[in-house]
């Protein structure tokens, strides 16, 4: 294990020297040995790269000697999810997310270089945190011996299996989901750095440098956002498979913790695209972009630390103070340092004041409109903050334990949402029709939102079962009726895509042209998002069925089919079957051979160990029956059982488990050692006994054929897993047909022979599943062909074009 901990060992030093020299050729002015620091950038990268390969090597290879490796895996997984184990646990995921900020750090360097002052500043603070990391790893490294946890074996050690992954890991969504995420938040890095210079430079009247980055952070904020992005909707189609409620969000802890970053970036984004050097986004779009990283660190924090008891959290504490100290110190970064250079700032002159303050001398206006929208979002992120938070704050002042359900996130959202579709709209219609024919059409869809929200056809219409007990708001929204999302969302698709048809004629560049359809894209997906989300929770319906003798059922063929009461759906069992995994079990991944128990020596003397071989040669005697294995030194000796007793006869395979004694029958010249065990713990390889038992998991499928109004929709297997390992945790294999206007969604609970059928009929998920892919392909259509900051005006090979100054700012 010394590779690996001298790898991060080695990062830290080069990526701590690095750091130094940056920052201190920054302070003092020079340039002395500034020639090392991009070697040593790329050799920090390199290195934790390296550290991150070789723990997967470790994994691939099921390299027990590594307790992380013997944590986080076991024999019967396969390579994909061997893989998957890496950042199961948290040594792991700071390795990854490690490397991949150390990554981008070189990448950084390699295009902007080290020439001018305030870019060895950023890159100061960039390498800074990725030195905090390998520290991090150093203190707490993936790459501790198997003596940890076995502290009581002799040195060599090694268990020939591991206990096993996070059932709920076990999944492709789940298998892609981390390494997204931290894709996401390693890039958001380079803003911090950047933002935080930008602070410091102000402060000692350099001037900041937010202004010539503008680009740079432009791009990093959005390629972050899409990466972001993705990963909540990974996330979200693996609650939906593995969890087994039907379902893609239900206000976990960590998936509000993970929502939080992901509204504050968007809010961050929109200022960010409205910064201007003497406007009110001077301060607050550098602000904002350094505060980010912040929320990432608290959401991690959230997921990895074990703060919350959640479904979603898959590794155990022990970095919960280092987290702590980084978020302390990416606070005071981000958000102490530019509210202590606004707090302490000289006061505007007049002519800033004026240049500020021209456009938005009206109440209504686009700067305005902009400082709203920003607010709203920024609004809907403290609404999540809060309710995170306050659980922890009440527990910690007065030792009672609360939960912040679903209905406080949901009816605090649902009217700042309206809202800011509300906004959203007017600001599109805005820039179109102009200040007095866009209120006029506020007006009406403001009033067909309010109408809309007393008329509810049923009570499953409103948007929450609300009591007179509850607080004068809850009964105010939780009252209102789902209809009232439409006049919004609508308001919002007719006002962006009308925007769109008159901005995209009327000007020549092609880039920009591509702009315009990735920013409609993106807010109409959101707006569609929002209604598809409304109704499929509100409108989702649900039956039971209760299958007797499924099992018998299942062997006859042409069986009954089963109507499931109060709704559409019929049901019909085609199979019923129990499994175990790993299937084959490997003798040699439960025992170690006869050559490797002698090899160990008197490491393992008076261990309990398993071994297998050929019996070769057997005595019976009057108090017990030795087996020679292999024409080895090594015996079995079993006490109290005759050779018949056994069934054993010499060339059968054997295998079994006692405590290893050496030079325990001397009168056996032929005999180092003998493996002292009862004759339950010895038997056949064919039929080891149960001490041996390999299996890890036990599962029930059951086969079913899904009708609806007579048609058959889907075939396929649902059913359960029980992992005996991790505490006989469950985990449903659920069955979904994925239909234009809705899904259905079965779920089997599975017990003797009977099964429990759950049928879900779940409305809108694939307009919601094509929305989030217009979200993500919207804002990668504005990453490339943004015409002021997009990638395609940075590939050479691209014909420049004349760029139209655009009249808008998005």
């Keep these: ?23 201190t050729n920054y302070l003092r002015r020079e340039e002395r040995y500034l020639d090392a620091a991009t070697p040593l950038i790329g050799v920090t990268a390199g290195l934790l790269s390296l550290a991150l390969a070789y723990l997967t090597y470790q994994f691939v290879t099921t390299d027990y000697a590594n307790a992380y490796v013997w944590n986080n895996t076991a024999n019967y997984i396969s390579l994909f999810y061997r893989i998957t184990g890496v950042y199961a646990g948290n040594q792991g995921s700071i390795l990854l997310w490690a490397a991949l900020t150390a990554v981008v750090a070189f990448w950084a360097v390699a295009v902007r270089g080290l020439e001018r002052r305030e870019t060895r500043l ?3 603070i960039t390498m800074g945190v990725v030195t905090y990391f390998a520290a991090m790893l150093v203190v707490d490294s993936p790459f501790k011996p198997i003596s940890s946890e ?4 002799d040195p060599g050690f090694v268990p020939i299996d591991g206990t096993g992954l996070n059932p709920l890991l076990i999944d492709p969504y789940m298998a892609i989901h981390p390494p997204i995420m931290f894709i996401a938040y390693a890039l958001l890095t380079m803003p911090f750095a950047i933002a935080v210079a930008h602070f410091i430079s102000t402060i000692r009247g350099e001037g900041g440098l937010f202004d010539e980055w503008i680009g740079s952070v432009t791009r990093w904020l959005r390629i972050a956002w899409l990466f972001l992005t993705a990963a909540i909707t990974l996330g979200s189609l693996w609650s939906y498979r593995v969890l087994g409620w039907g379902g893609i969000w239900a206000w976990d802890p960590v998936e509000v913790a993970v929502l939080i970053p992901w509204l504050f970036l968007t809010a961050t984004l929109h200022a960010v695209m409205n910064y201007r050097s003497r406007s ?31 479904v979603h959290s898959f590794a155990d504490g022990g970095i919960g103070a280092a987290l702590l100290v980084l978020l302390t110190l990416t606070s005071i970064l981000g958000v102490g340092l530019p509210l202590g250079y606004w707090l302490l700032r000289e006061p505007e002159t007049a002519s800033e004041t004026a240049a500020d303050t021209s456009q938005s001398q009206q109440w209504i206006s686009r700067v305005n409109l902009k400082h709203l929208a920003v607010l709203s979002i920024g609004l809907l992120g403290f609404v999540s903050v809060w309710g995170l938070t306050f659980p922890v704050l009440n527990a910690s002042v007065t030792g009672v334990e609360v939960e912040v359900g679903g209905q406080y996130y949901n009816l605090w959202s649902y009217p700042i949402v309206l809202g800011v579709l509300l906004v959203l709209g007017f600001y599109m219609d805005y820039d179109v029709e102009g200040r007095r024919r866009a209120l006029i059409s506020l007006g009406i869809f403001s009033l067909l939102t309010v109408l809309a929200a ?41 006002t962006v895509i009308k925007r769109t048809l008159e901005f995209i004629p009327g000007n020549p560049n092609r880039n920009f042209q591509l702009k315009q359809v990735g920013i409609t894209m993106i807010h109409v997906a959101f707006a569609l998002l929002v209604v598809t989300v409304t109704f499929s929770y509100l409108f989702t319906a649900q039956s039971s069925l209760v299958v007797a003798d499924a099992d018998r059922e299942a062997t006859i063929e042409g069986s009954a089919v089963h109507e499931v009461p109060e709704s559409n759906y019929a ?153 005996l390992q991790q505490g006989g945790m469950e985990v449903r294999d659920v069955l979904v047909d994925r239909g234009l ?19 879900k009929q779940i409305p809108l998920m694939t307009v919601m599943r094509l929305s989030v892919a217009a979200l993500l392909v919207g804002m990668l259509f504005v990453i490339v062909f943004d015409p002021a900051h997009g990638l395609a005006r940075l590939w050479p090979r691209v014909t420049r074009q004349q760029n139209v100054t655009e009249t808008t700012s998005d």
């Design 122 to 124: 950023v890159q100061g």
């Design 741 to 759: 206007t809705h899904d259905t969604y079965v779920i089997a609970a599975v017990d003797d022979g009977t099964v429990s059928l759950t049928v």
């Design 571 to 723: 049901v019909q069992v085609s199979d019923y079957r129990s499994y175990q995994r790993p299937e084959e079990p490997n003798v040699e991944n439960m025992a170690l051979s006869s050559e490797q128990i002698a090899s160990r020596g008197q490491e393992i003397h008076e261990t309990r160990q398993p071994v297998y071989g050929t019996a070769t040669q057997i005595n019976a005697g009057p108090n017990a029956t030795v087996i020679q294995l292999d024409n080895s030194a090594v015996w079995i000796g079993v006490m109290n059982a005759s050779q018949t007793e056994l069934g054993i006869a010499e060339g059968d395979q054997v295998v079994g488990v006692g405590t290893v004694m050496w030079d325990f029958l001397p009168e056996l010249p032929q005999s180092d050692g003998v493996v002292v065990t009862e004759a339950a713990n010895v038997g056949p390889v064919s039929n080891p006994p149960s001490a041996l038992d390999q299996t890890r998991v036990e599962g029930t499928a059951v086969g079913l054929t899904v009708y609806e109004n007579g048609e058959r929709i889907a075939r396929g297997n649902a059913g359960q897993e029980r992992y």
């Design 1 to 23: 294990m010394m590779g690996g901990t001298l790898l991060i060992g080695a990062a830290l030093l080069s990526g701590l020297t690095a750091t130094v020299l940056l920052i």
């Design 454 to 494: 007393l008329v509810a056809p049923s009570e499953a219409w409103t948007l929450s079962n609300v009591d007179g007990s509850d607080a004068l708001l809850y009964r105010l929204v939780g009252n209102a009726s789902a209809l009232s999302i439409l006049p919004p969302a609508a308001y919002v698709c007719l």
């Design 150 to 153: 076995f502290p009581e074996m």
């Design 280 to 310: 009110t986004y001077a301060t607050l779009a550098p602000a904002m972009t350094g505060a980010t990283l912040a929320l990432i660190v608290y959401a991690t924090a959230i997921v990895r630390s074990g703060v919350f008891r959640s």
